[in-house]
């Protein structure tokens, strides 16, 4: 978390258009090695356009994205996936289909069949006991909960350096929420790095280090947590508070 | 609340007993629901002209036709639903057969057959043989059994009031001698049916003799044959111990070493079988099995495109051309523009190239578009490669609506394979190594990497893998499988022309793998046979062929969605996607499917 580091994952001015749109202008984030950073903002403000850029789905139209310094904006997603970054989509998107042991096994796709698959296993067992009692269940027959655990398991397959999740706390009861974000302190906490996206800004606040604030595209806001915690906008615009 | 309670047991573990629900079969409505249902179906099969063209097939000479058993089995079947019990269910006492559930049967039959009979009577009445031609004079001579209108509808009537009231009546027989008897009669009528390869396989066998007296000259079952194979089938059934095991049990319980002997030997014997079989069925039977195998490769490929990577394609006849047109440009001697004159073996490597080639064509423009879009489109490319091949432009090199001619045999050492038994031999070869090639891939990484791409292909991509080869892939291994079947076409044709690539080729393919179950390699190979070789064989059904691809697929999707034979896991989705549908509870939290069913 020093600051003299280099980020894990930059975003430098970075823009991205979709079709003529311009829905994401002039970008700045630093995310550095070990740190969970949250994007906070309401609906339609970019959030999913900012993790669909970062890991390639969509090509941003200006800026830089360096990934350890490595200069990614542009590249396949393939590429960018196999460099490091995985993604816990939004809602989950399990392959319902499959098997939870499957689904897990998606994961380390680009990691070719190798020793280390039933490491990873263990690890993510660990992290959710849960998903071992129902590793040969389809996924599709899974609470949301137990979903999202396994969405984030499916995502650690990959052994990333960075780990991005759109709205984790989407759709789950709060009581599952608030495990949930336990979770992913502990994930953060066995040294995965985290860009956390998030409506729910009193939670992921309460997680991270730094947050960023977006509205209709661009950022408004970047402090440390505790700062936009204690910030006046912040708790009036999404706190809920009045 | 009636229920009594014993003192001392908890109220939890007493049985809850509704006596108000019926625990009977027979109930009138239902029953008379059902006739009306089967008498739709008589008027139906009558008006369309079934019974009367079926007729001229003797099953059992000469007191029963095909005709007649159409009718037959339709009272017959709707009898037996009518007794069928209640469904079971929790807290309720299990239902029984009672002789009293019979008059379900008999309701039903004779609603159905009486709704028959009314069709005859408004024929003359109404004049309907102007609106529905097959309604003829010889039809209602049928219908009534040449008996005159009131005796014959009489007994129309009541024949379709006994077989009614026998359907339901099959219900108390014991569970041993229902299943024999209705297996013995199916095997009578399906040996009656299959009379053409039934005296194949006997001339084939050297048992011509036996042929004479088991089928009249006039075709059909002797009537002394019909009793005798009856006799003979129902007594092997009743005597034979059933162990209740099925083989597939009783091979898991084997040890490992005996497991891979038994392996050897079914394949061993499966060799042997694909050796002798096109010399023991003849020449008719062999060109059908041909025909079965061409469309098993085709099967095979789509299977990969639209049973394991979800790409459904609609034009895949569109490869099938290019692998029949690539051949014939290449070994024909009589090729307008460019005639290499090669062998079909060393053409094979150009008909891979082309298809692949084609693959790639039609995966580029499409790679984006999923569900509807693609079958459309890829429907448009089915048509623009007929019509490119019609075309004035390529007639220089294709011949335009004339084709390619004087296509030669295939050359195999110092023989030439050109009658159907010998062509088997390619086929069969080329059919095992697109099982094989279908069988390695399913369960490879690549074959992972389809599946996911089926469930949700943004997902897919974000786990990294490369959407654009995957699904090229598909197309391109789809593709070098059709090229296969339509170079072999060629080559068994002698002869290419536009007109044979048309899109019921492409649905007729499609309708296979559906029909035998998406994503399985025995579904394919069941559908095949079931799909292009049972028409062939039953040729009195070639009139109706695409009528009965109809009811077979509507009734598929009503009674088993996943297939014939369907892969084990395909199964276990539908029948988990059902039951959470009737809860009412979504399967899946993710975006729609892209057109994978």
Not at chain 1, 4 to 13: C, F, S
Not at chain 2, 420 to 430: G, M, V, W
Request: hydrophobic fraction near 50%; aromatic fraction near 6%; proline fraction near 5%.
């Amino acid at each position: 978390m020093s600051a003299n580091t280099e980020p894990a994952l930059k975003l430098d001015n970075v823009s991205t258009h979709y079709g003529p749109i311009l829905v994401l202008r002039n970008m700045n984030i630093e995310i550095f090695p070990g740190e969970i950073v949250c994007l906070l903002g309401g609906n339609a403000s970019g959030k999913t356009t900012t993790l669909r850029t970062i890991v390639g789905m969509v090509a941003p139209t200006e800026g830089k994205i360096t990934l350890d310094g490595v200069e990614i904006a542009g590249l396949d997603t393939t590429e960018i996936v196999g460099m490091g970054i995985s993604m816990v989509p939004e809602n989950r998107r399990l392959f319902s289909r499959m098997t939870v042991r499957e689904n897990l096994e998606m994961g380390a796709y680009l990691r070719k069949k190798g020793n280390s698959h039933q490491e990873d296993l263990d690890r993510i067992f660990e992290l959710f006991p849960r998903v071992k009692e129902r590793l040969n269940q389809r996924a599709g027959t899974l609470s949301g909960g137990e979903q999202q655990m396994v969405a984030m398991g499916r995502a650690l397959m990959a052994r990333p350096k960075v780990l991005l999740m759109d709205e984790p706390s989407m759709g789950l009861a709060p009581v599952l929420v608030q495990s949930t974000f336990e979770i992913i302190k502990e994930i953060n906490r066995q040294g995965t790095t985290i860009f956390l996206v998030e409506q729910n800004a009193n939670m992921a606040l309460l997680i991270a280090d730094h947050g960023y604030v977006l509205q209709t595209g661009r950022i408004v806001l970047a402090d440390t947590a505790e700062n936009l915690l204690n910030n006046k906008m912040m708790r009036e615009a999404y706190l809920g508070e009045m | 609340m009636a229920v009594s309670r014993s003192p001392g047991t908890p109220a939890l573990e007493q049985p809850i007993v509704i006596t108000a629900f019926p625990s009977s079969a027979f109930d009138i409505r239902k029953s008379i629901r059902l006739g009306l249902i089967a008498g739709l179906i008589l008027v139906l099969i009558s008006a369309m002209g079934l019974v009367e063209s079926f007729d001229d097939r003797m099953l059992i000479d000469p007191i029963l036709s095909l005709g007649y058993v159409l009718l037959f089995l339709v009272p017959l079947l709707v009898g037996h639903i009518a007794g069928r019990l209640p469904p079971l269910l929790e807290g309720m006492p299990a239902p029984e057969h009672r002789p009293r559930d019979v008059l379900g049967g008999l309701v039903s039959g004779t609603v159905a057959s009486i709704l028959l009979a009314l069709l005859v009577i408004a024929t003359p009445v109404f004049d309907l043989r102007t609106l529905f031609i097959n309604l003829s004079p010889t039809l209602v001579g049928l219908l009534t059994l040449n008996q005159g209108l009131a005796s014959g509808l009489l007994l129309l009537v009541a024949i379709g009031a006994t077989l009614g009231t026998i359907g339901s009546a099959l219900h108390l027989l014991p569970d041993k001698w229902r299943s024999a008897l209705v297996k013995s009669v199916t095997w009578v009528l399906g040996i009656a049916l299959l009379q053409d390869l039934v005296l194949q396989l006997l001339r084939g066998l050297g048992l011509s003799f036996a042929s004479r007296l088991i089928f009249t000259v006039t075709g059909g079952l002797s009537i002394p044959a019909t009793v005798l194979i009856f006799g003979i089938l129902l007594g092997a059934q009743l005597s034979i111990k059933t162990k209740g095991e099925s083989l597939a049990t009783r091979f898991a319980r084997l040890p490992d070493s005996r497991k891979r002997r038994t392996l050897y030997a079914a394949g061993v014997l499966l060799l042997v079988v694909i050796v002798v079989l096109p010399q023991i069925v003849g020449p008719y039977i062999s060109e059908v099995l041909d025909l079965v195998g061409l469309f098993l490769l085709m099967g095979f490929g789509l299977n990969i495109v639209v049973g394991l990577a979800g790409l459904l394609d609609l034009g895949y006849v569109a490869f099938f051309a290019v692998g029949a047109y690539t051949m014939a440009v290449l070994v024909s001697p009589s090729s307008p523009g460019f005639a290499p004159q090669l062998t079909f073996w060393l053409a094979l490597p150009f008909v891979v190239g082309t298809a692949a080639l084609a693959g790639i064509l039609v995966g580029l423009p499409v790679l984006r578009m999923r569900g509807d879009y693609l079958a459309i489109v890829t429907l448009g490319f089915g048509e623009i490669a007929r019509l490119l091949a019609q075309s004035d432009w390529l007639k220089p090199f294709l011949g335009g609506a004339q084709g390619i001619l004087r296509i030669p045999n295939i050359p195999v050492g110092p023989i030439e394979l050109h009658t159907p038994p010998q062509l088997f031999y390619p086929i069969a070869a080329f059919v095992a190594l697109a099982a094989y090639t279908s069988w390695r891939l399913q369960d490879s990484r690549i074959g992972r990497a389809w599946m996911a791409m089926r469930e949700d292909e943004d997902v897919a991509e974000a786990m990294g893998i490369n959407i654009v080869t995957t699904k090229l892939l598909a197309f391109v291994i789809g593709a070098i499988l059709a090229g296969f079947s339509g170079a072999i076409f060629a080559m068994k044709i002698g002869s290419v022309f536009p007109h044979s690539f048309n899109l019921i080729f492409s649905l007729t393919v499609l309708v296979i793998i559906i029909v035998g179950g998406l994503g399985s390699l025995r579904g394919v190979a069941l559908g095949a046979l079931v799909i292009v070789g049972l028409p062939e064989l039953l040729r009195e059904f070639n009139e109706f062929r695409f009528l009965f691809y109809g009811i077979i697929l509507v009734v598929m999707m009503r009674l088993k969605p996943e297939g014939l034979l369907p892969r084990a896991r395909r199964a276990r989705e539908i029948t988990e996607e059902e039951r959470a549908q009737d809860v009412g509870m979504p399967v899946t939290a993710t975006a729609a499917d892209p057109g994978g069913t």
